[in-house]
């Protein structure tokens, strides 16, 4: 079980999720060079590929350093609550994609009241750090406010935050890091995520 890690994505429709995935795919080497990933890996439901929405949750197998990460799509809206609970109780971990200009939306909070009710402790990922309207220090305060109005943890509110722009490929733990590649993203994944606990 040490080479696995079950991992939910928490995000607001057009954040960025499902280039951010696709770009970890590629950069895995989970897809071979020649291979196209496909756009949009996650939205496989045709009126979620024509609206960009999530109803039904998915799960994307990443193979990375030898181990194993699954992500798993949760719906991003109040309405699917039952499979937002039975999403999360299958991970040990949430990734919170969140837009660097608009930062957390209304109907992202719903999922992470939930996750964070869970126990689950976040990694939050601020996206689009590339916009030139993009105010990432900003964002990250919004998201430590609101995880303190939701009644966060101690642990919960030490996340760890990576700044990415996943349509350029790269992500870093600092904004003056160097913009190289998706790595920063999946180590702290390995970091930060438990391997899932239990029989199986």
């Keep these: 079980m040490e080479n696995i890690r079950n991992i939910a994505v928490i995000a607001h429709v057009d954040h960025g999720k499902t280039t951010m995935v696709d770009e970890l795919l590629k950069q895995s080497g989970t897809f071979g060079a020649h291979q196209s990933v496909g756009e949009r890996v996650m939205d496989s439901n045709d009126i979620e590929r024509e609206r960009g929405i999530t109803i039904l949750s998915k799960n994307t197998a990443i193979n990375y350093k030898g181990t194993k990460i699954n992500i798993i799509d949760t719906p991003g809206h109040a309405d699917f609550g039952g499979e937002v609970e039975r ?17 957390v939306m209304p109907q992202t909070k719903f999922v992470v009241k939930k996750a964070l009710s869970l126990g689950l402790r976040p990694i939050v990922v601020v996206n689009k750090i590339d916009k030139p309207a993009g105010d990432p220090d900003r964002v990250v305060n919004e998201i430590f406010d609101l995880f303190v109005a939701l009644e966060a943890n101690d642990e919960q509110l030490e996340f760890p935050v990576v700044y990415a722009a996943a349509r350029n490929g790269y992500a870093k733990l600092n904004l003056s890091d160097e913009n190289k590649d998706m790595q920063p993203l999946f180590e702290t994944i390995l970091t930060h995520v438990p391997a899932p606990s239990g029989d199986v």
């Excluded at 999403?87 to 930062?103: N, P, R, T, W, Y």
């Design 87 to 103: 999403v999360l109780k299958m991970v040990d971990g949430v990734l919170l994609l969140v837009d660097a200009q608009e930062g």
